[in-house]
């Protein structure tokens, strides 16, 4: 899987409260990514990254934040999670071209 | 919004039998790409074609660009049953703006 972990793979939260998603890479890429997928959606692109603390946001990012502060680590935080943030989440890296994707993140809020 | 649309939604077809899915997008494109989801699984990369390109093989894939109607093809010869999955297009915008992919094509080959 191209060195890319996310974490954790399944969490179940409550409306309200925040929540942290990881994803490391061993690879050194450059470019860091986040997507939701979602049944009628394909993948939907929340935020990414081109460097050590140099983001952007992406089609749907409202809701949500991250940071890198270090190369191989990208966080997805969800300050207050909704019922419509309930989703399946991937952390994808890359150096140029093609992009390696992680197993993904069940996340279900209750 | 979406760049890419996949056509069809949908496709079964039996073991040995051709599987061709279409792309359109919308924007000028730096390059393209298709990505294969086994269930419940992440995306991996299947072959990229550039802008420039008409046409590539890999293997039992061959994909097709057309730049001046903004489609791709994406054709897997015979089939096997292993092929079921979901098949997604990625298109890099000029700029190299991230990828952005379109819903997808689920791919189902009977047995």
């Known amino acids: 899987d191209a060195g890319i972990t996310q974490s954790p793979r399944h969490k179940v939260t409550e409306t309200g409260t925040p929540v942290t998603l990881r994803c490391h890479q061993t690879?050194?890429?450059?470019?860091m990514y986040w997507y939701r997928q979602d049944p009628g959606h394909g993948l939907r692109l929340i935020h990414y990254s081109y460097g050590v603390k140099d983001t952007d946001k992406g089609e749907v990012s409202d809701g949500y934040s991250v940071s890198r502060s270090k190369t191989e680590d990208f966080l997805l935080t969800l300050e207050s999670a909704t019922s419509s943030q309930t989703s399946v989440y991937f952390c994808?890296?890359?150096?140029?071209?093609?992009?390696?994707f992680g197993q993904g993140t069940r996340l279900t809020v209750v | 919004s979406q760049q890419g649309e996949e056509d069809p939604q949908a496709l079964s077809i039996q073991e040995g039998e051709n599987a061709t899915m279409n792309c359109s997008y919308k924007t000028s494109i730096n390059n393209l790409q298709w990505y294969r989801q086994n269930s419940g699984r992440g995306l991996v990369h299947l072959i990229l074609i550039r802008s420039n390109e008409r046409e590539k093989h890999s293997g039992r894939l061959r994909v097709t660009l057309d730049t001046s109607k903004k489609s791709s093809s994406l054709l897997i010869t015979a089939s096997r049953a292993a092929d079921t999955a979901s098949y997604f297009c990625a298109t890099v915008p000029t700029g190299n703006t991230p990828l952005v992919f379109g819903k997808g094509t689920r791919l189902s080959v009977i047995a």
């Open positions: 994808a890296i890359s150096k140029d071209t093609e992009a390696f």
């Open positions: 690879e050194n890429h450059r470019y």
